[in-house]
Antibody, heavy 120, light 108 residues
Framework: QVQLVESGGGVVQPGRSLRLSCAASGFTFSRYGMHWVRQAPGKGLEWVAVILDVGSYKYYADSVKGRFTISRDNSKKTLNLQMNSLRAEDTAVYYC?????????????WGQGTLVIVSS | SSVLTQPPSVSVAPGKTARITCGGNNIGRKSVHWYQQRPGQAPVLVIYYDSARPSGIPERFSGSNSGNTATLTISRVEAGDEADYYCQVWDSSSDHYVFGTGTKVTVI
């Protein structure tokens, strides 16, 4: 069965960096695009970034563009999110999710999330 | 990019029908997808391509989409349906994915 397990969350000071990872299993990772989605405490879902299967196409939400970088290692079946210049408003649970087959317009499987707290 | 507006909350009695709307400019021209998020859990896809149900999702969940409004309908509501629900579209003009504002369904 499809499994996505995020790691790397924690408490970090404003302006510092953090790297999240998502380990995938149960499917052919290299064939699927992958997303990061976040949810601030008590708030709704916010899409963060997507990377397509071969990693050549990456798209970002305006709120993180230029600060966050999505990447993948198909040999290790791992999705990453490098977060730089972190701000208090980046505090959230970060989920990785798989892009759907076909049009790729929805997210068909999600991990359980990892919490990032940006605070001094 | 697209803005998707949902009512903050919907209350429904057990056994009745809950309808959750998702408003957006010409949303009927896009494919709309719906996610259920129970407290403390990750989102789960419940409807895709406006009205299709993933394997394992009860037939009580259905969807429609036309004009400026998409609707998720939950028939014969059960206590276990109490959750937050989010609509979502893919904005092809920007390659951004957009979530609705979310609706909390309370079973009273």
């Amino acid at each position: 069965q499809v499994q996505l397990v995020e790691s790397g969350g924690g408490v970090v000071q404003p302006g510092r960096s953090l790297r999240l990872s998502c380990a995938a299993s149960g499917f052919t990772f290299s064939r699927y695009g992958m997303h990061w989605v976040r949810q601030a405490p008590g708030k709704g879902l916010e899409w963060v970034a997507v990377i397509l299967d071969v990693g050549s196409y990456k798209y970002y939400a305006d709120s993180v563009k230029g600060r966050f970088t999505i990447s993948r290692d198909n040999s290790k079946k791992t999705l990453n999110l490098q977060m730089n210049s972190l701000r208090a408003e980046d505090t959230a649970v970060y989920y990785c999710a798989r892009i759907s087959e076909g049009s790729g317009s929805y997210l068909d499987y999600w991990g359980q999330g990892t919490l990032v707290i940006v605070s001094s | 990019s697209s803005v998707l507006t949902q009512p903050p909350s919907v209350s429904v009695a057990p056994g009745k029908t809950a309808r959750i709307t998702c408003g957006g400019n010409n949303i009927g021209r896009k494919s709309v997808h719906w996610y259920q998020q129970r407290p403390g859990q990750a989102p789960v896809l419940v409807i895709y391509y406006d009205s299709a149900r993933p394997s394992g999702i009860p037939e009580r969940f259905s969807g429609s989409n036309s004009g400026n409004t998409a609707t998720l309908t939950i028939s014969r509501v059960e206590a276990g349906d109490e959750a937050d629900y989010y609509c979502q579209v893919w904005d092809s003009s920007s390659d951004h994915y957009v979530f609705g504002t979310g609706t909390k369904v309370t079973v009273i």
